[in-house]
């Protein structure tokens, strides 16, 4: 059940991310628009076909120039509460940063690449490694998680601000 909770942190990750793809140019960071709260849902997928839904809610800060995002994730499912603060930084289109679970003692660090209305990123840590693609629709983001090395095998998760 431990590697459960630490997949649930990569959840929470997901729905951090998501928020980056929300950029008008690769060059610029995406960050500056993205301040505030951002909420939804979404299932996680498990092994032996099992789901659970999923609710988040986030807070974002942007720092320094606007190239640097703080933030602090609060995710629940049916069996798990999970609270994760990141720091992630956009630099000419990659993205790379560190996470903190705090309940469960996880750490893992997050790269990739950001485009106006994609994100792909690789997420490792806490005995974990995920891919992740995010697609920007309009007001609302979709993300889907795949991962290895755990019970949890994926997710599908929607946010919106407010």
């Not at 996680?44 to 609710?55: D, F, M, P, Q, Y």
């Amino acid at each position: 059940m431990h590697l459960a909770r630490k997949a649930l942190a990569l959840v929470m990750i997901a729905s951090s991310s998501v928020i980056l793809a929300g950029g008008s140019a690769a060059a610029q960071s995406p960050f500056a628009s993205l301040a505030g709260t951002w909420s939804g849902s979404g299932k996680v997928r498990l092994e032996g076909g099992k789901s659970e839904a999923i609710r988040c809610k986030a807070y974002y800060t942007t720092k320094s120039d606007g190239s640097t995002l703080g933030m602090a994730i609060r995710c629940a499912s049916a069996s798990n509460k999970i609270e994760m603060r990141a720091d992630l930084t956009y630099s000419g289109g990659n993205v790379a940063g560190s996470w903190e679970e705090r309940t469960y003692n996880a750490t893992g660090q997050v790269s990739g690449k950001a485009t106006s209305d994609r994100l792909n990123l690789s997420i490792d840590g806490g005995g974990l490694n995920g891919r992740m693609s995010v697609k920007l629709g309009g007001s609302s983001q979709s993300v889907s998680i795949t991962t290895t090395g755990s019970t949890f095998r994926g997710l599908d998760l929607s946010l919106s601000r407010g």
